[in-house]
């Protein structure tokens, strides 16, 4: 008996087991029509009498699923004679898959997935849903229950008229897929909805392996969309609304819309970024849902991180009952850079009193956004309220007074919030102030506590030498115990020291030389008395220190 061994993966966080033995049963397209199976069950994929196997997409599936689940993933595998791509139009949905299964287009001759960062995958076997049908069940591929732990590879999926791939099981992986565009990476081939709906748990799209990354593009809805009650997925690695190399935009309507709780987009190692650009609404919505994660993305810029690719409308929204959701981190390679988006950075914003809230916005790069770096209200700049008390987006919570006297560097910032309360202060630095007078933040800077007294003020001090330039801008952001955090604060510029202005001093006109007199002889030296007791002058610190100061922490480049 040959027992499955199995490896263990552990990269950014992740853990994915894998048997290393295929068992199961494997069966091999080598046929592009859209003809059943002959048999289903039988254990051979076959649609014809005629000697040798003669396997169809179709054919495949439906024999997989009448077979049932083995002790590991069942197998669909292609080889088709001639040169590709190879595209399979089928007349109706291809049947929900209800087995585990591995369906690796990869396996094509000629097809290979990326190996680095830049390259795109050579993909040829294409499901094109233009003749499917219409109506909200035309999709592409369908992972029913009782399909937990399949895996989707090397694929192109499009032109379905709902999504292309519909997730309803757990534990799921989609990887090196085009799903929206053609096997060429430029070619639009939207499905009408979302690209992928995602409706179990513990399921990733993308993965921390280059060979991994999907490209999702064109898709009429979302590109990827977590469904109600599904939790636990991570949607990572991925181009989503951009061209195959990543450098082009190719938008969905949408890039990445989180309707369920406990969901990560991104994360800290690098391999774990999306590039979420070039959509035509926004970036990532996060709509009524708790605890999702957002972090390590580049949303508005191409993969180089430089090339401008913006989204036609915010960043990231956070709307509705949205709470305790994160937005970037402090940590290595948690901030997230939000940047040349034609709405604001980051909105938090809802029509119902009092929510989103405990949504903590730390680290990331914000600007060059047409609109606020962050805004809670969707509203314009906030003014702050005395105490605090104002409610709704955040709590409105109030934002840092910045002081920098020129030729100074060491900053004051004064908070006016709720009373004997502890918050962070994070600091930015920009080449230039929004043009709002308010933020954005280009370079984080670090960060420190501040506590108010019992009339709800407080102040603290940092020093910025080394940090910064002369004309550079510098803005805060106040977040309370709670993970609400507050828009960016005014702006203050690094300034040189003033150049006193010299005082004119007159030459008087030279007099006649005074007569000399007598000089008096000079008589015996007094005897010294004792020295006077010294009263003593107090020595007043101009620059009172407060109890509080920022700690700084280095800046991370991502």
Do not use: K
């Amino acid at each position: 008996m040959i027992i499955p061994m199995a490896f263990l993966l552990l990269i950014g966080g992740w853990t994915v087991t894998r048997a290393m033995i295929p068992t199961g049963i494997t069966v091999t397209v080598n046929q592009t029509s859209d003809v059943s199976d002959m048999n289903p069950g039988d254990g051979i994929c076959d649609v014809s009498v005629n000697a040798g196997d003669q396997c169809t997409w179709r054919a495949a599936i439906e024999e997989l699923n009448a077979l049932g689940p083995d002790a590991t993933l069942h197998h669909i595998e292609f080889d088709i004679s001639g040169t590709g791509p190879f595209t399979f139009t089928p007349a109706s949905p291809l049947p929900p898959i209800t087995v585990p299964v591995e369906i690796d287009g990869a396996t094509q001759p000629g097809a290979a997935c990326p190996t680095n960062g830049t390259t795109p995958a050579v993909l040829l076997i294409v499901l094109d849903g233009s003749n499917a049908g219409t109506g909200v069940t035309v999709d592409g591929l369908v992972f029913e229950a009782g399909s937990d732990g399949s895996i989707i590879r090397g694929l192109v999926i499009g032109n379905f008229d709902s999504d292309g791939i519909r997730i309803l099981s757990n534990d799921n992986r989609v990887r090196c897929t085009h799903i929206g565009l053609g096997a060429d990476g430029v070619s639009a081939m939207g499905n009408g909805s979302y690209g992928i709906g995602v409706g179990g748990d513990d399921n990733v799209v993308g993965g921390p392996l280059h060979a991994q990354r999907n490209v999702i593009s064109t898709n009429e809805g979302d590109g990827v969309r977590t469904l109600t009650g599904a939790e636990n997925n991570v949607i990572a690695n991925n181009f989503i609304g951009v061209t195959a190399d990543g450098m082009s935009a190719l938008g969905n309507s949408n890039g990445v819309y989180v309707g369920s709780n406990n969901n990560t987009i991104g994360g800290p190692a690098a391999i774990a970024r999306n590039v979420i650009s070039g959509n035509t609404g926004y970036g990532i919505r996060v709509n009524s849902v708790e605890n999702a994660v957002i972090q390590g993305n580049l949303i508005g810029t191409a993969r180089d991180g430089v090339t401008a690719v913006p989204n036609l409308s915010t960043g990231v929204e956070l709307v509705g009952p949205a709470i305790n959701n994160m937005v970037g981190g402090i940590g290595a390679g948690e901030a997230n850079l939000i940047v040349n988006n034609l709405g604001h950075g980051v909105d938090v914003h809802t029509n119902v009193v009092g929510i989103p809230l405990q949504n903590a916005i730390r680290g990331n790069a914000i600007y060059d956004n047409i609109g606020l770096g962050i805004d809670l209200g969707n509203d314009g700049v906030d003014v702050n309220d005395p105490g605090d008390g104002d409610g709704d987006a955040n709590g409105r919570q109030n934002y840092p007074v910045l002081s920098l006297p020129p030729g100074s560097l060491i900053l004051t910032g004064g908070l006016d919030s709720q009373p004997n309360t502890q918050y962070t202060v994070d600091i930015y630095r920009s080449d230039s102030c929004d043009p709002s007078g308010y933020g954005e933040g280009q370079e984080y800077l670090g960060g420190g506590l501040l506590t108010t007294d019992a009339s709800g003020y407080g102040e603290a001090m940092a020093n910025l030498t080394g940090l910064v330039s002369e004309g550079d801008s510098i803005t805060a952001v106040a977040t309370d115990p709670n993970g609400n955090s507050s828009e960016f604060s005014a702006c203050v510029t690094v300034m040189p020291s003033p150049t006193p202005t010299p005082t004119p001093t007159q030459t008087a006109t030279p007099g006649p030389s005074p007569t000399p007199t007598n000089t008096a002889t000079p008589g015996p030296s007094p005897t010294p008395g004792p020295s006077p007791t010294p009263t003593g002058t107090p020595v007043i610190d101009p620059t009172p220190v407060p109890d509080d100061f920022f700690i700084y922490l280095p800046f991370i480049v991502r």
